[in-house]
């Protein structure tokens, strides 16, 4: 009996886009540029810029919006504390109270420029992951000399992930 290994799940769900013709190794570089600029510069627009290119190319590489909303909503709680954290600890140009709680312009404005670089991060590893064969993936860590021990952490994680959240999906379903 042959198990579908998670190379075989790529294969059948892929369609062929720009950034998948970019070698697995040219893609971890290319993130790993992505998120040196999105922090060590921290600008605003060029947090946007990259969350906007990342945007349309995951668009297009999965060309389903299911992806995205998962992006969206899956960080929601964090990015609310976030919000709230800085939206009333920092600043002193007060917007709006809400009984004794006051939201300031400049901590609003910081928690903006925190999730934007957040979600351009996510959205640049969502995309690299969504078009990246498992396989060719590892195999380009392995060219970067990136240490063994990571690369097998990563592997398990892979390997194991489908089964631990059919085994959730099948749990929640018997509670029910």
Known sequence: MHHNTPSDHFKQ?????????IEAKGKILLLIAVV???????????????????????????????????????PLLSSVIIILGSGMGFGSSPIVSVGKFV???EGLYYA???LTRVYCDLVWVALVVKTTAPDDFFTALEKLHVPEILISVLRMIVRYSSEIAKDFYQMKDTAI
């Open 13 to 21: 769900e892929h369609h062929a886009v720009f950034f998948e013709t």
């Open 36 to 74: 040196f600029l999105n922090t060590v510069f921290a600008i605003h627009k060029l947090s946007l810029f990259l969350l906007a290119v990342g945007l349309m190319l995951l668009l297009v590489a999965t060309r389903s919006r299911s992806v995205l909303w998962r992006l969206l909503i899956l």
């Open 103 to 105: 939201f300031y312009r």
């Open 112 to 114: 903006l420029e925190i």
